[in-house]
Nanobody, 114 residues
Framework: QVQLVESGGGLVQAGGSLRLSCAASGIVFSNYAMAWYRQAPGKQRELVARITSGGSTNYTDSVKGRFTITRDNAKNMVFLQMNSMRPEDTAVYYC????????WGQGTQVTVSS
């Protein structure tokens, strides 16, 4: 049974930081490209950051220089370090794993107050 479980969400003030974690099980994690998506109320889900199985990363423009995605293949985990957070970062954040097929986590709420 494949599971992706996010954690680390919460309420933070503008300018603050949060670190999201996603723990994967039931897959050969090192094969998977991993990504963080977010969905704000009334908006489409959007890609935030992605890391390939080889460790290459890419980010949506609005988070470049503020967010960092990393992975730990030994622990089957992917992380999103979020710094200098803004109210517009408020969303439900989802973890996604892709290797011939996709798996999604259940999401974790992130709220940034102004």
């Amino acid at each position: 049974q494949v599971q992706l479980v996010e954690s680390g969400g919460g309420l933070v003030q503008a300018g603050g930081s949060l670190r999201l974690s996603c723990a994967a099980s039931g897959i050969v994690f090192s094969n998977y490209a991993m990504a963080w998506y977010r969905q704000a109320p009334g908006k489409q889900r959007e890609l935030v950051a992605r890391i390939t199985s080889g460790g290459s990363t890419n980010y949506t423009d609005s988070v470049k220089g503020r967010f960092t995605i990393t992975r730990d293949n030994a622990k089957n985990m992917v992380f999103l370090q979020m710094n200098s957070m803004r109210p517009e970062d408020t969303a439900v954040y989802y973890c996604r794993g892709t290797y011939f097929r996709d798996y999604w986590g259940q999401g974790t709420q992130v709220t940034v107050s102004s």
